[in-house]
């Protein structure tokens, strides 16, 4: 089976479509897969519904799709950095499901795990949980949460050996592995591909058997979020 593609825009062929459900890694800018990223926006696909803990800034990660209108849903965690999507929100043009930081990475995980759903403590007794299940587990509330799968999961890692095998590195280790296995389909831009056998199976974060295409992106910028500087 083929893994290796030579380009962001050749490794999403035939997997776009309108109304496609992403998955997104990363974590604020770190770790987004930025390429595939650009290769969605420039495949024109339109209401879309991204699952990602964060909707990028105004000029990167998801912030692009959001310029274009791309996206009609957002199931996210944290969405201050970008002023656009609040924009879009308030307007009526953007549909959110807003979810806690460590709820969101569990129903990705669930989702990859194959349980359904779990029951947490947390954002009992919040707008976030209205309308939703809940029981008592030794005398404490607990909220039904259901899984989240998507159509295409879209992660960024630090090295892919040719069989999919997946090291990240550093903070880019954050929602990219839950994200891996919780897609139907699964994308990984990575920054180098080295041959089966080259990475120590101890090493390995997400094994190959969850990706499907491995690309080495063609943007591979670290993007800074927000620089903090001080004088010395």
């Not at 259901?146 to 890692?157: E, I, N, Q």
Request: with cysteine.
């Amino acid at each position: 089976m083929r893994k290796i593609y030579s380009s962001s825009a050749e490794a999403l062929e035939g997997l776009l479509r309108d109304g496609v459900t992403l998955m997104v890694g990363g974590f604020g800018l770190c770790g987004v897969p930025q390429s595939l990223v650009r290769a969605v926006k420039d495949s024109g696909v339109k209401h879309l519904t991204c699952i990602s803990n964060n909707a990028g800034v105004d000029d990167s990660g998801l912030g692009l799709l959001l310029q274009t209108r791309q996206i009609d849903k957002m199931i996210a965690s944290y969405v201050g950095e970008n002023k656009l999507f609040e924009r879009q929100y308030l307007d009526g043009i953007l549909e959110v499901e807003l979810t806690p930081q460590g709820t969101l990475a569990e129903r990705c995980r669930a989702g990859g795990a194959g349980i359904a759903a779990f029951y947490t403590p947390t954002a009992y007794g919040t707008p976030l949980t209205e309308g939703k299940d809940v029981r008592q587990f030794d005398g404490r509330w607990h909220v039904l949460e259901t899984a989240l799968r998507a159509d295409v999961s879209l992660v960024r890692a630090w090295k892919a050996d040719e069989q999919g095998n997946l090291v990240y590195r550093l903070t880019a280790r954050n929602f990219n592995p839950p994200m891996a296995e919780a897609g139907r389909v699964t994308v990984a831009e990575v920054e180098e591909i080295v041959p089966t056998g080259s990475i120590d199976p101890d090493m390995v974060h997400t094994p190959g058997i969850y990706v499907d295409r491995v690309v080495v992106g063609e943007h591979l910028e670290k993007v800074i979020e927000r620089r903090m500087t001080r004088s010395t």
